[in-house]
């Protein structure tokens, strides 16, 4: 069984800082890519950054410059420090776990990020 856990999500300011941790667990291996999907009300799931196990990353333009992405292969751990946010960047954010030619996908339950004064 896989379990795969976000954390870090919660209510900032705009123009504040957060940073989202998802870790999976279980019975899973060769992870290749771990990334960050969020979901606004009345909108579709969309990307907003992924890494790969080689370090290779790729940013949603929406949040190029103000997101980094990094991960911890050892702990099958990705991390999402999130900058200058605004109430735009609220959402639910959810972590995507795949394997090597999508051998495997899963995703967490979400974490909720709202960006208001």
């Known amino acids: 069984q896989v379990q795969v856990v976000e954390s870090g999500g919660g209510l900032v300011q705009p123009g504040g800082s957060l940073r989202l941790s998802c870790v999976a667990s279980?019975?899973?291996?060769?992870?290749?890519?771990m990334g960050w999907f969020r979901q606004a009300p009345g909108k579709p799931r969309e990307l907003v950054a992924t890494i790969t196990s080689g370090g290779g990353t790729n940013y949603a333009d929406s949040v190029m410059g103000r997101f980094t992405i990094s991960r911890d292969n050892a702990k099958n751990t990705v991390y999402l420090q999130m900058n200058s946010l605004s109430p735009e960047d609220t959402a639910v954010y959810y972590c995507n776990v795949k394997g090597i030619m999508s051998s495997f996908e899963y995703w967490g339950q979400g974490t909720q990020v709202t960006v208001s004064s």
């Open positions: 279980g019975s899973i291996f060769s992870i290749y890519a």
